[in-house]
């Protein structure tokens, strides 16, 4: 059965950097074809795919948010961390961390994420 | 980069069928997956590679997609479906993104 969770800061000030991190069971990042992804949800908005880190180290962003984000990988640990710099109100929103679940064919791939974690809501305020 | 668009909500009477729609730019070439999210807790995939469902989910639960447009259908709506769904894509196109719908909530009447 795989489970993650996810840890971190409930309240964080302006300007300051966030971070965030995913502790998981009943998989391995150092197995091929594995991925774990950062999703975040504003309070009654949709879902943001935010970052993923696969088995390989291979690192995608979203490319609104790049500049600001750095996700890495602790094999021996099944921890997945999320450094999000410059926080500002507007990123007041539950996080969640996902497996990555998916495949490739000749000629394209297929990626979905699940499960989820329970999610850790982050506010943003002075 | 790669949009989603779902209407903001449907609503459905107890037993009848609903349909969720997700316009994207050729989606048809892409494989679709969608999350079921109720009230509090984290989303949960009804079905992915836009037609499988995992284990667990009924099979009231189906996905088609072709052209501009994938479409989740729940038959037989029961009050517990009553939650926000989202659509999402891996867009390869884009450095290898992932990309969620905007959001349907569906009320069961």
């Known amino acids: 059965q795989i489970t993650l969770k996810e840890s971190g800061p409930t309240l964080v000030k302006p300007t300051q950097t966030l971070t965030l991190t995913c502790t998981f069971s009943g998989f391995s990042l150092s197995t091929s074809g594995v991925g774990v992804g950062w999703i975040r949800q504003p309070p009654g908005k949709a879902l943001e795919w935010l970052a993923l880190i696969y088995w390989n180290d291979d690192k995608r962003y979203s490319p609104s948010l790049k500049s600001r984000l750095t996700i890495t990988k602790d094999t021996s640990k099944n921890q997945v961390v999320l450094t999000m710099t410059n926080m500002d109100p507007v990123d007041t929103a539950t996080y969640y961390c996902?497996?990555?679940?998916?495949?490739?064919?000749?000629?394209?791939?297929?990626?979905?994420?699940?499960?989820w974690g329970q999610g850790t809501l982050v506010t943003v305020s002075s | 980069s790669y949009v989603l668009t779902q209407p903001p909500s449907v609503s459905v009477a107890p037993g009848q069928t609903a349909r969720i729609t997700c316009g994207g730019n050729?989606?048809?070439?892409?494989?679709v997956h969608w999350y079921q999210q109720k009230p509090g807790q984290a989303p949960v995939l009804v079905v992915y590679?836009?037609?499988d469902r995992p284990s667990g989910i009924p099979e009231r639960f189906s996905g088609s997609n072709s052209g501009n447009t994938a479409t989740l259908t729940i038959s037989r709506v029961e009050a517990g479906d009553e939650a926000d769904y989202y659509c999402q894509v891996w867009d390869s196109s884009s450095d290898h993104h992932y990309v969620f719908g905007t959001g349907t909530k569906v009320t069961v009447l």
């Open positions: 590679d836009d037609s």
């Open positions: 050729n989606i048809g070439s892409k494989s």
């Open positions: 996902a497996h990555r679940r998916g495949y490739c064919s000749s000629t394209s791939c297929y990626n979905w994420f699940d499960p």
